[in-house]
């Protein structure tokens, strides 16, 4: 059996197949090949270009959510310091009860005659601490005894935090005295 003769090696046939085109054909054969090399070289750069800048994007949103989390773990661990500091020191009071505390306060300032009454008025739980209402009345009090009575209120230490303060004017053989009714939180560690 006689197998037809085939080229030596693919080179040849091109060789064979260049040498038979004309000059001006050799050299539209060239140009064709230099643009379908540099398409294909500019597809290639486009698309590893894309790709390289799809991922330096997601770097680059991953570095800011990164910082994002360490902005947000700084302040979260500064605020639970600060929720340590409040708890001890509401732990502090904890066994004191809130009208011993005012009358103390009032024959400090040597108001505890003028003081009427401390009356809770209902007390409400924020997470583990509470938050409990409080009215007392004072009546017939001169004003500088009954303003540094609640300056001594506020600055004390104790938790607590007046909310209202009402006065009015009385007349007495003296001169003009006041009634103070005052609505102050008082808070303390809830009771688990």
Same mark, same amino acid.
């Given at each position: 059996?006689?197998?037809?003769?085939?080229?030596?090696?693919?080179?040849?046939?091109?060789?064979?197949?260049?040498?038979?085109?004309?000059?001006?054909?050799?050299?539209?054969?060239?140009?064709?090949?230099?643009?379908?090399?540099?398409?294909?070289?500019?597809?290639?750069?486009?698309?590893?270009?894309?790709?390289?800048?799809?991922?330096?994007?997601?770097?680059?949103?991953?570095?800011?959510?990164?910082?994002? %989390?360490?902005?947000?773990?700084?302040? =979260?661990?500064? /605020?639970? +310091?600060? *929720?340590? @500091?409040? !708890?001890?020191?509401?732990?502090?009071?904890?066994?004191?009860?809130?009208?011993?505390?005012?009358?103390?306060?009032?024959?400090?300032?040597?108001?505890?005659?003028?003081?009427?009454?401390?009356?809770?008025?209902?007390?409400?739980?924020?997470?583990?601490?509470?938050?409990?209402?409080?009215? %007392?009345?004072?009546?017939?009090?001169? =004003?500088?005894? /009954?303003? +540094?009575? *609640?300056? @001594?209120? !506020?600055?004390?230490?104790?938790?607590?935090?007046?909310?209202?303060?009402?006065?009015?004017?009385?007349?007495?053989?003296?001169?003009?005295?006041?009634?103070?009714?005052?609505?102050?939180?008082?808070?303390?560690?809830?009771?688990?």
């Amino acid at each position: 059996m006689v197998t037809p003769k085939l080229p030596a090696a693919p080179v040849a046939f091109v060789e064979r197949q260049l040498e038979s085109l004309s000059p001006r054909d050799r050299k539209l054969l060239v140009g064709l090949v230099l643009f379908v090399g540099v398409v294909l070289v500019g597809g290639l750069w486009f698309t590893l270009y894309g790709m390289i800048d799809d991922k330096a994007s997601r770097v680059r949103n991953a570095r800011s959510k990164l910082e994002e %989390i360490r902005v947000l773990q700084a302040e =979260y661990l500064e /605020a639970a +310091g600060r *929720i340590e @500091e409040q !708890e001890a020191r509401l732990s502090q009071y904890a066994g004191q009860r809130v009208s011993a505390y005012i009358e103390q306060v009032a024959a400090k300032r040597g108001v505890l005659e003028q003081l009427r009454s401390v009356n809770e008025a209902g007390s409400e739980e924020v997470g583990n601490i509470k938050q409990s209402t409080y009215r %007392i009345e004072l009546k017939r009090i001169d =004003y500088e005894a /009954a303003f +540094g009575f *609640i300056y @001594e209120l !506020e600055t004390s230490g104790f938790p607590t935090h007046i909310d209202m303060a009402q006065f009015r004017t009385v007349r007495s053989r003296e001169g003009k005295d006041l009634d103070v009714t005052l609505e102050l939180t008082v808070y303390s560690l809830a009771e688990s």
